[in-house]
């Protein structure tokens, strides 16, 4: 195998992080997961999706049988994982592939793009600067409302939005003013 998977840096607050066993199961399915539609033995195993057993999924992660069982019931628990069973092989099916991993390039012939919403979990870029700029400006307020010091002292050497700042700080200062009349 080579290539790469995506693995978002709020996968730390996910709930099974603490579960190493449920944690290291995942991962290896997202690792091994289709990353293309394909076909298995007649069966349609579809982007996001892999064929493989228990006994499979226990021996790759050196994980006990117990273990992946749990760790499975786990992932299905909290809708990340689906199976479907048949004869002599499982296919597991992780909901939101797509999200995680991105959509391929637009090739409609080889990966169709997949329907899931986004979930909350991954926020765009655009709002995680939106959250920071309002922790920066909730911060600040605190500060200047207890006469201290932000210790915001290198502007320069950050990508800050100068205007948006200006207009947080008359805020602030408006703020102050109205408290203390």
């Not at 995942?26 to 493989?52: E, H």
């Not at 273990?67 to 002599?88: D, F, M, N, Q, Y």
């Not at 986004?118 to 307020?141: D, Q």
């Not at 006469?147 to 102050?176: A, P």
């Amino acid at each position: 195998m080579d290539g790469f998977i995506k693995l978002a840096r709020n996968i730390l607050d996910w709930e099974w992080w603490d579960d190493i066993n449920t944690y290291r199961l995942f991962t290896y399915m997202l690792l091994i997961a289709n990353w293309q539609d394909k076909k298995y033995k007649g069966i349609d195993v579809p982007r996001g999706s892999f064929v493989s057993s228990i006994a499979r999924l226990s021996d790759a992660t050196k994980l006990t049988v117990d273990e992946v069982r749990t760790a499975i019931k786990h992932l299905k628990s909290t809708g990340e994982i689906t199976s479907t069973s048949h004869s002599k092989f499982t296919v597991f099916t992780i909901k939101n592939y797509c999200v995680y991993q991105g959509n391929p390039e637009q090739d409609t012939e080889q990966a169709p793009i997949c329907p899931q919403a986004v979930p909350t979990l991954f926020p765009t870029i655009e709002e995680s600067k939106k959250v920071r700029m309002k922790e920066i400006y909730t911060h600040a307020c605190v500060c200047a409302r207890k006469g201290q010091s932000t210790g915001f002292t290198n502007f320069q050497e950050r990508d800050y939005n100068f205007d948006v700042l200006e207009d947080l700080i008359l805020q602030s200062q408006e703020e102050r003013s109205s408290y203390e009349n």
